[in-house]
């Protein structure tokens, strides 16, 4: 429906990154170039500000040449053009990041995800340009923003600081301005981290301004001439360029009654020069230049178009292989004009596009205003209607507003501003309807559709009422439906497609107001009979909002099954966004029941049809750690540590990037808790650091965690037992209807504690737990295992192990129903011990045994401790008739690891074939039938 | 105690720039006078708005490249 982004920001993309090429005839200046240098060694920040016309990118732009030409490996240069689009923060990062990307760095556009613009906030941003300090490290960089005083959003400036706050080594900023930015400054030069070329430093010393004159411009000025000439315009550049201009081709005679003429004048020097640069020039070529000054970025095409002197049968040369220059003359004026250092510069390398230097375009500008001010619109509305017929839509509408107000202006507006808000781009579409006249806005349903949605979105919005807008959009649409021009396939008119967004919005706003579930139920339903079937968009938000409706009135299976709706919905809207948030909603309210199958299976099937087949086309969709994390932790407490640690790094890098640090820090845990349980303590403790870095609040739950290792830890060294008596005695117990980490790991340790040292009472403990189960009796079933286990190890400390056994069968069945195993691993030997005797009585059987096998394959670590093993041996030792060989030895020693089977067989450098013969020899030596089996086997009879 | 909201309404201001400007300002600057100075500057005189003008005023003499020497408020 709408062209790709990209098609049509590309091409001019190009022209903003493009580094000036090296001018004609330029004054080496060594001391400013020397002045660059150091600067580049040891400083963050090298800016350089002056007034317009002292040269300063050409400074810029000849030290880059110089650097790439000189140095064995010159830093990779990033130049960003800055113009005034740039000021919505969104845009302007995407472009750095854009820049840094066309320059090979490998760096992800994460707000290309994104795009829905409430995500335009600081910690978004932060994330960003942490992308950017993190990409950039392999090798030296220079990042250049050109003309940094057209920056004038806050957000930006303190986005700038926080980059050098953060900014490695290899990357060092280039600020080229007309003034000094809000930035930090006198701190950087404090610390000696600013290099500073200034006005002062620009201007053209003597010797620079002969050198100037009768060396690169080729001029035969006597010494007095150039002294006056120097003492007229100050060593000012662009003056003495435009002079030299005007002294060109002229004899000595002419020159010397200039340089006079000149040097008595008083007016201002831009002024009078600019009057002389343009009586030097053919009458056509004056013309031109004063006709085409109102243009930002121009190309031959475009000036015939503004000129009125369109030729037909021109392509875009990006789509012929060559371009003509004689197609147009337009170009070969543009060409001419470089050549002549007539103050044009190109942007691209193949001469295509040329932007005039701005003052001298100010200056000619005005020129225009005084021949004839009506042409200026004339040609403005020109270059619009040249602009949108390349498919450049926000020039065409710059270029459209510039000419004035009138009725291709307002729907050029009115077409490309939905299309504006959905790249994320909304400061921009403010900016447009902004401009037009409020009666035109409120008189036309489309514009007042567009105005809510920015309205909605914009974070900056003062105002956020987007309701009266949508009322308004509506009256006027159905008074008079207007058929669409591009119909989406769901909506035929208008008033269709606003009457669709307005249930949207209705509900949106009934939801934020509070409303009952109930009357929210009731809109959704009515809402959804009323839009049509197409409109899958929609549809998809709409249920998402009923499946919440129906959670809170605690319809469970409605809920479900809209959510299930929604999700296809969403695949169908080809919203990837949107299917992705259904899910992971689906997935939270499955976790939050315990019901781990679905969230296995929603997990899997959203990777395998959205995350994987993206991830393939290269493309990265951080919220997919929701995902990871899911499916990961729902492996965790299955026990399938293997499968589940991919999943959870993967999962926990991508929370970094989506900014979700509530997802980062369970993975985290869960990663600690993975280590924990194989004894890797350290591993697991630096797991724990990382949690609580990532977390942005509160991080007392997350020592919780941390004392319940020292607990594990404890079983081979009492003195973390005191560790965590330490922490606990620094708490309180909490309320009992908190469900918080912090009251299941302060039972544990005082049951722990009383163990060791008699005391504290356990009695009262017991009763506060019992409050809690019976909190948690109506919630979700991890809890409920959890707490059963930690009160049957309670009671067995108390000595009442009927009771205990009865705790515990209780969590076992539970347990059994979800296939849960890991939690009893967290409890160590106490539990290992329960577990057997639960086994004895042939307490849920099955899943206990699998327990007890989990138990004793991740023994050998250390985590259930050595008491354990001397029981088993002594029942099983003789069972070994046949001794294992030294190739089986090996095999067997690697089936200890975490190393799947076709792992084993590459490492050993055999084929599965010969593996598996390998194992099922073992196996039959060992009296197993499991792999697990086997190890346990083994490392009973010491064998490992 | 000073009052800032006096300053939201328009005055007139004196702009002193460090050249001569000719008759083309007084196109470009529509609402102020030109008064050249006997040292060679130029004192532009008018009335501001207010103090987004007046700062808005700086942004284009600054494009247009000329140097501020002071700025007054007359009344």
């Known amino acids: 429906m709408h062209p790709p982004v990209e098609a049509q920001e590309a091409p001019l993309l190009s022209t903003k990154l493009h580094i000036p090429p ?32 002292f040269g300063k990118t050409t400074l810029v732009s000849e030290w880059v040449h110089r650097l790439e030409a000189d140095r064995d490996a010159p ?48 910690v978004l941003l932060a994330s960003l340009i942490n992308d950017i300090v993190a990409a950039v490290t392999d090798r030296e960089w220079m990042l250049v923003l050109d003309d940094y005083h057209l920056v004038k959003t806050t957000s930006i400036h303190d986005g700038i600081e926080y980059l050098l706050d953060h900014i490695p080594a290899a990357l060092h900023l ?112 004056q013309h031109f230049l004063v006709e085409t000054s109102m243009l930002d970025r121009l190309c031959g095409p475009l000036c015939d178009a503004v000129l009125g002197q369109e030729q037909d049968g021109q392509e875009e040369p990006e789509q012929s292989a060559f371009f003509d220059q004689r197609a147009s003359p337009s170009q070969a004026i543009l060409e001419d004009l470089f050549e002549s250092n007539l103050f044009i510069v190109p942007l691209d390398n193949r001469r295509y596009w040329f932007r005039y230097h701005q003052l001298f375009a100010g200056l000619l500008c005005d020129r225009l205003e005084s021949i004839s001010p009506e042409r200026i619109a004339q040609n403005h509305r020109r ?80 105002e956020r009422e987007p309701l009266p807008w949508i009322e308004r959009a509506l009256e006027l649409s159905s008074a008079n439906p207007r058929l669409l021009d591009e119909p989406d396939g769901a909506y035929r008119t208008d008033y269709e497609l606003i009457r669709g967004n307005a249930y949207a919005f209705r509900i949106g706003e009934m939801r934020r107001q509070g409303g009952q ?30 499946a919440d409706a129906y959670d809170q009135l605690s319809e469970g299976d409605a809920a479900k099954e809209a959510l299930a709706q929604a999700a296809q919905f969403g695949l169908a809207a080809d919203g990837k966004l949107i299917a992705l948030v259904i899910a992971g909603v689906q997935v939270r309210n499955a976790w939050a029941q315990g019901d781990l199958h679905t969230v296995t299976s929603v997990c899997r099937q959203t990777l395998s049809s959205v995350v994987r087949p993206a991830e393939e086309a290269g493309e ?25 640690e991919p999943l959870l790094l993967k999962a926990a890098e991508l929370a970094q990037l989506a900014m979700q640090p509530d997802v980062q820090v369970d993975c985290c845990r869960d990663l600690a808790v993975l280590n924990w349980v194989q004894g890797n303590y350290q591993e697991a403790h630096a797991w724990m650091d990382r949690a609580m870095e990532a977390c942005p609040g509160e991080t007392d739950f997350l020592y919780a965690l941390r004392a319940r290792i020292w607990l594990a830890q404890a079983e081979n060294d009492p003195h973390w037992l005191d560790r965590a008596i330490r922490w606990a005695d620094g708490r309180v117990l ?46 979700s079933s991890g809890w409920r295992v959890q707490v059963l286990a930690i009160r049957a190890l309670l009671l067995q400390a108390l000595g009442r192990t009927r009771e205990a056994l009865h705790s515990l069968e209780g969590s076992l069945e539970v347990a059994a129903a979800t296939g849960r195993v890991t939690v009893f691993l967290e409890h160590g030997l106490p539990m290992y011990k329960l577990l057997r005797e639960a086994e004895r009585r042939n307490t849920v059987v099955d899943h206990t045994r ?56 590459d490492r050993l450098a055999i084929s599965i074939s010969t593996f598996r013969s390998h194992t099922k020899s073992i196996y039959g030596k060992l009296d197993a039938h499991s792999r697990l089996d086997a190890v346990a086997r083994a490392e009973a009879l010491h064998l490992l | 105690m000073t009052s800032t909201k006096e300053f939201d309404v328009e005055a007139v201001y004196e702009i002193r720039v460090r050249s001569r400007l000719d008759a083309r300002w007084s196109r470009r600057l529509p609402d102020m006078e030109i008064l050249p100075q006997s040292n060679g500057d130029s004192l532009i005189k008018g009335p501001v708005a207010d103090q987004s003008a007046l700062y808005g005023l700086f942004s284009r003499l600054r494009d247009l490249g000329l140097v501020l020497v002071s700025v007054q408020r007359i009344g």
């Open chain 1, 850 to 905: 699998r327990i007890l096998a989990a138990f004793e394959v991740r023994g050998r670590a250390g985590t259930v401790g050595s008491q354990l093993f001397p029981q088993q041996a002594t029942v099983r030792e003789s069972a070994l008739i046949e001794p294992l060989s030294e190739r089986e030895q090996e095999v067997l020693r690697l089936l200890a690891t975490a190393l799947s089977g076709p792992e084993i067989a």
């Open chain 1, 22 to 53: 090296v001018g004609r005839g330029q004054v080496r200046r060594p001391r400013l170039l020397e002045q660059l240098d150091v600067g580049l060694g040891g400083s963050k920040l090298t800016l350089v500000s002056a007034p317009a016309g």
């Open chain 1, 75 to 122: 830093p990779r240069v990033v130049w960003l053009a800055l113009d005034e689009g740039d000021n919505d923060p969104v845009r302007f990062w995407r472009y750095v990041i854009a820049a840094l990307q066309e320059t090979g760095c490998t760096i992800q556009d994460t707000l290309a995800v994104w795009g829905t613009p409430s995500h335009s906030d600081q």
């Open chain 1, 620 to 644: 990265r969709l951080p919220y997919a750690c929701h995902f990871y994390a899911g499916l990961g932790r729902t492996l965790l407490s299955w026990n399938d540590l293997e499968q589940a």
């Open chain 1, 734 to 779: 909490e309320d009992p209807g908190d469900y918080s980490w912090e009251l299941q790991s302060l039972v544990r340790v005082r049951i722990a504690q009383y163990c060791a040292y008699g005391k504290p009472d356990l009695v009262p403990v017991l009763a506060v737990l019992d409050e809690h189960l019976e909190v948690t009796a109506l919630d």
């Open chain 1, 174 to 285: 280039v600020i080229i301005t007309r003034e000094d930015p809000p930035l930090f400054l006198s701190r950087l030069r404090g610390r000696g981290q600013l290099v500073e070329i200034r006005a002062a430093d620009l201007r053209f010393t003597p010797q620079e301004t002969t050198a100037f004159l009768n060396v690169s411009m080729g001029l035969d000025l006597a010494a007095q001439e150039v002294s006056a000439l120097e003492d007229r315009t100050e060593g000012w550049i662009v003056g003495l360029q435009m002079a030299a201009l005007s002294l060109r081709g002229q004899s000595d005679v002419d020159q010397k009654a200039f340089v006079a003429a000149f040097a008595g004048d008083d007016r201002y020097v831009a002024d009078y020069l600019v009057d002389e640069v343009l009586r030097g020039q053919p009458s056509h070529i």
């Open chain 1, 517 to 546: 579930p109930q009357e929210v139920v009731a809109a959704c339903l009515e809402a959804l009979t009323a839009l049509p079937k197409e409109a899958m968009f929609a549809r998809g938000i709409l249920t998402l909002w009923l």
């Open chain 1, 383 to 462: 270059a619009s209607l040249w602009h949108e017929k390349q498919g450049f839509v926000a020039e065409a509408i710059s270029h459209a507003l510039a000419a004035g107000m009138d009725e291709r202006t307002i729907s050029l507006v009115e077409r490309h501003s939905e299309s504006a808000i959905r790249r994320g781009e909304n400061w921009q579409q403010r900016q447009w309807i902004e401009a037009l006249p409020i009666e035109t806005i409120r008189s036309r349903p489309l514009l007042c559709l567009a105005w809510a949605w920015a309205l909605m979105f914009d974070p900056y919005a003062t």
